[in-house]
């Protein structure tokens, strides 16, 4: 699953629906963005079979995190790439996790949260930096990544078009169109819309993998607990099948 926080705004309002979002899906993995330490520190006391990363770079507690179920998977390695975002301590946050009951397999997870449209550069050149940054995001993904390891990258792209476009055309495909089923939009989440948020519907927030993953569902949940949704953001929750190459083919 894969969720913008929203940072703080609203906190006392939702925080009771993030962890019954949270407490009812369970996901295995959990990709966020927009993170605060008030709102990490009420997933750790949520998600209490969890591992995250834990690392004095202040992105992974101000912005983004990877979350995973200690008991199916451990980590082995993690890291940040910086791909272009303008935003201080967003990155490209990655972590290669490994099944328990298998020594010889991993998959990399990689979450990023693009700059928004209304940043200051893009208003007075009238140029997406979404464009590099989904291009750059590629190349670390591709970089990072093992040879035959699936590989899962989610996150807020702030952007329906471009930053799609070319992750699709470099082999990532996202959850809905593996399925061949219409993309859902995220955003914004009703009713804790925020004052800019238009009346149009339009999806943002993505699940994508390369081809040693599969797609088995996909959806956007409209969760609520009361009349209040978690964030401004629905999030996107996916089910994969992890396609390990052979030995042989992941040292060629």
């Known amino acids: 699953m894969t969720l913008n926080l929203w940072n703080d705004k609203r906190w006392a309002e939702r925080e009771s629906a993030v962890e019954s979002c949270l407490e009812t899906v369970r996901p295995d993995i959990l990709c966020l963005q927009e993170l605060r330490d008030v709102t990490q520190e009420r997933i750790d006391s949520v998600l ?3 591992d995250r990363v834990e690392d ?14 200690n008991e199916l998977y451990r980590a082995v390695e993690y890291g940040r790439e910086r791909v272009g975002i303008l935003e ?4 490209l946050f990655w972590v ?5 009951n298998a020594t010889d397999r991993t998959m990399l997870v990689g979450t990023a949260h693009f700059t928004y ?3 200051e550069v893009e208003r007075e050149t009238g140029q997406s930096p979404r464009v590099e940054q989904a291009v750059k995001t590629v190349d670390a993904l591709d970089r990072v990544a093992r040879a035959g390891e699936p590989v899962l990258f989610a996150g807020d792209l702030n952007d329906p078009i471009h930053p799609y476009a070319i992750l699709t055309e470099a082999g990532y495909t996202d959850c809905f169109s593996d399925l061949n089923v219409q993309v859902r939009p995220t955003f ?7 004052d800019l948020a238009t009346a149009i519907e339009i999806p943002l927030d993505w699940v994508f993998a390369n081809d040693h993953a599969r797609s088995i569902t996909a959806t956007v949940p409209h969760f609520y607990h009361g009349d209040v949704a978690p964030s401004d953001h629905w999030p996107v929750l996916a089910t994969y099948e992890l396609n390990w190459s ?3 083919e992941r040292e060629a």
């Open 188 to 194: 914004p989440a009703r009713p804790t819309k925020h």
């Open 117 to 119: 449209p209304g940043n």
């Open 246 to 248: 052979s030995g042989e």
């Open 56 to 69: 004095e770079f202040p992105g992974w507690t101000r912005e983004g995190n990877v979350y995973w179920n």
């Open 88 to 91: 201080e301590h967003r990155r």
């Open 48 to 50: 209490t079979t969890h």
């Open 96 to 100: 290669r996790l490994a099944p328990r």
